[in-house]
């Protein structure tokens, strides 16, 4: 009896409901049956029998014999998984062909929404939410990412991100860090040692106090931490693409670029 639960439950996981699965078995292992046989060996209304027997048929999992009384008889097993991996593998092509038609749909609402220029600010809190949200944002960029930040803050998230900034810079990015310079001896993570070696990942520290951690990405949209000297779970992310932010942020970052001293 366990192996047969066994059975039932693996043919459910491809799409029979429990009473196909049930009668399907029950036909493969007592042969072709009428109904009043069948029932005898499974513990389903007879109603229900019909119903399945009938979906049954209709997928070509199980033939009905005219003869008096009609006689039902399973397919062979391995014809009726290859029908299993055909309706899955159509239902798999359809599916991608609905979600490819819904990314073209998406792709051009996009465009329509770049053409109108939404402007927007918001407010990202939570430390998954806002490392996703810095992973995804390294991975559109294009062209360039520029950073201020404390040392501190800037571990951390660095930590998080580190294997997609070093994609960024490999695919030619141009990544310029200015962090804030520590008191006293420090000594940069191991994990960023492949960053160092990187010609498109520029650091500099900056010799003065930072009040603002923040991030600029291809001068179109841009982030700044609501409390600078608390942890990324303490502090909430602002996000924008307002242009008047970027550019005054923009002109900041580049002040802080010429006055700060490279490592």
């Not at 391995?78 to 062909?97: F, G, M, S």
């Not at 960029?141 to 501190?152: A, D, E, L």
């Not at 010799?207 to 951690?213: R, S, V």
Request: glycine share 4%; with cysteine.
């Amino acid at each position: 009896m366990q192996i047969q639960e066994d059975n039932i439950d693996l043919l459910t996981e491809i799409g029979f409901t429990k009473t196909q699965a049930k009668l399907y078995l029950a036909l493969i292992r007592i042969g072709k049956t009428n109904i009043k046989s069948l029932s005898k060996h499974v513990d389903t209304p007879r109603q229900e029998i019909y119903r399945a027997l009938s979906e049954l048929q209709e997928k070509g999992f199980v033939e009905r014999i005219l003869v008096n009384p009609l006689e039902y008889e399973a397919t062979p097993l391995k014809e009726t998984l290859e029908r299993v991996l055909n309706i899955k593998a159509e239902e798999y092509n359809r599916t991608l062909d609905k979600t490819k038609q819904i990314q073209i749909q998406f792709s051009k609402e996009d465009n329509i929404e770049i053409e109108k220029e939404n402007y927007s600010i918001k407010i990202i809190e939570g430390k998954d939410t806002i490392v996703n949200k810095y992973r995804f944002a390294h991975l559109k960029v294009v062209r360039s990412v520029c950073v201020c930040s404390t040392f501190q803050r800037w571990i951390q998230i660095g930590r998080e991100i580190n294997e997609t900034i070093q994609k960024v810079s490999d695919r030619g990015i141009e990544y310029r860090l200015v962090v804030e310079k520590p008191n006293g001896d420090f000594c940069l993570p191991q994990e960023f040692s492949g960053l160092k070696l990187n010609e498109n990942f520029q650091i500099k520290f900056y010799k003065g106090i930072l009040e603002i951690n923040a991030a600029i990405f291809d001068d179109k949209f841009a982030s700044f931490s609501f409390y600078p000297s608390k942890s990324i779970a303490e502090s909430p992310v602002v996000w924008t693409n307002h242009p008047s932010i970027l550019v005054c942020f923009r002109e900041y970052f580049e002040k802080l670029w010429r006055s700060a001293e490279k490592i």
